[in-house]
């Protein structure tokens, strides 16, 4: 009988190891690794290398170091406004108030001027990633990982604005932990343009994703204009050819100097520019390369330097700075963390030629990056750009949530305050 006993127990005692480690497994195989860590080769493994997360409470104007900004010879950059938190893509109203969207937070705010005074206010709240944002006639659309809504005549109901409604949904086809955020822009034909990214690092994307779109915003109606486009969350329209200009995120874990990131053009609807298949015109992925050729996607214009993280962009079309500026793309460079030795974090300036040559990529806004090897190695991110009516030029930093200016004053002594 206690043999028997002792063998009940021991048969008990198993089953319940082998249940233990039974569940270990499940749990083990249902916790993949974050959405950033995939595609990591076996070397990169051990890689200490990770995603840098925003100061979410942000950081007042007194505690930044704007001192270490530098711009060129008589421009001036300043504090705009800080207690925008996570202040990502901006638009400018024709009264002159800033709306600022949040990526990784939840919320839209409104810089209005009250009696000469800017005042944050908080306009949208508990949204799901409301990255894009864009304006037409008054008209203010907000795009969220899953869908777009409008807002209409937001500054007369900027304390109070309306339930939005919808223009589009289901534009977040697999629900994943992928690139999920919208940018969006308004074209010269009164559509919205949007992307929709990879929903993995690297991965054969379905008919919905790596892919740039555009909606009817006055019936809903969606069109695919591009497709083999990674994560582009920076585009803008040239003033005057009317062609859209836009930025491609390189995947990750191919090392520190491939791939780059990409300026782009659609010069046909329909144009593919090579994800997962190639990358930055000219270098076949390791594990789609196989499948098609660099010969069949269309190359960028430019390559911007690996994992510089291309965001906001938009031309000049301003007075404020010299001629030279005029019709110049600024980009904000987000920064790279896919990078022992860290880069970007920097506002560039790319000129064109009369027939769309690249003819300068120059720095312009610089200062942000402090210690390239360091964790994090930078005290902002610049995140997008936005000309104002007075041809100032703001940049929203969403690290510290806040937004800067930055003027021109003439062949002066350059202020950095």
């Known amino acids: 009988m206690h043999f028997q006993r002792s063998l009940l127990s021991f048969s008990l005692l198993s089953c319940l190891v082998a249940m233990g480690n039974f569940a270990a497994q499940a ?11 995939q595609g990591m080769s076996a070397e990169s493994e051990t890689s200490a290398l990770h995603p840098f997360s925003p100061i979410f409470t942000g950081t007042e104007a007194k505690d930044l170091q704007i001192s270490k900004l530098k711009v060129p010879q008589g421009f001036k950059v300043e504090v ?20 600022v969207s949040n990526r990784l937070a939840k919320n839209v705010y409104a810089i ?15 949204m799901n990633a409301p990255n894009g944002i864009a304006m037409i006639k008054g008209t203010l659309f907000v795009a969220e990982r899953d869908r777009i809504l409008r807002y209409d005549n937001v500054e007369k109901n900027l304390d109070n604005l309306p339930a939005g409604k919808v223009v589009v949904d289901g534009i977040d086809p697999t629900n994943g932990p992928g690139h999920f955020w919208k ?21 054969s994307p379905n008919q ?3 892919a740039i779109f555009r909606v009817d915003p006055e019936n809903g109606q969606m069109e695919r204009v591009a497709t083999g486009v990674r994560n582009s969350v920076g585009m803008a329209f040239h003033p005057v050819t009317h062609k859209l200009y836009f930025t491609d995120h390189g995947r990750d874990w191919m090392g520190d100097e491939i791939p ?7 010069n046909k609807e329909g144009e593919n ?14 594990i789609y390369g196989k499948f098609n050729t660099c010969a069949h996607s269309t190359p960028p214009i430019l390559k911007l330097g690996a994992h510089v993280a291309p965001v906001g962009m938009r031309f000049y079309t301003g007075k404020m700075f010299p001629a030279e500026y005029k019709n110049s793309l600024f980009m904000a460079r987000h920064g790279s963390w896919n990078r022992n030795t860290k880069q970007g974090y920097d506002v560039m300036r790319v000129v064109l030629d009369s027939k769309g040559k690249v003819v300068k990529y120059e720095p312009f806004l610089t200062g942000f990056l402090t210690d390239e090897k ?15 009516a007075d041809g100032s030029l703001l940049v929203s930093d969403d690290y510290n949530g806040v937004v800067y200016r930055v003027s021109y004053e003439g062949n002066t002594k350059v202020a950095s305050k």
């Open 27 to 37: 749990q083990k195989a249902a916790d993949p690794p974050p959405a950033w860590k």
């Open 80 to 99: 705009y406004s800080d207690g925008v938190p996570d202040a990502r893509s901006m638009v400018v109203t024709e009264n002159g108030t800033v709306i």
């Open 112 to 126: 209005a001027n009250n009696n000469g005074k800017l005042e944050v206010k908080t306009i949208l709240k508990g």
């Open 183 to 203: 940018f969006l822009v308004a074209g010269p034909d009164g559509k919205l343009y949007f992307n929709i990214g990879s929903p993995q690092n690297i991965t």
């Open 208 to 210: 919905m994703q790596a």
């Open 260 to 266: 780059n990131d990409e300026l782009n053009v659609l």
């Open 273 to 286: 520019f090579g994800y997962p298949f190639c990358h930055q015109g000219d270098t076949p992925d390791p």
């Open 374 to 388: 360091a964790d994090p190695p930078m005290w902002g991110r610049p995140a997008d750009v936005q000309v104002m």
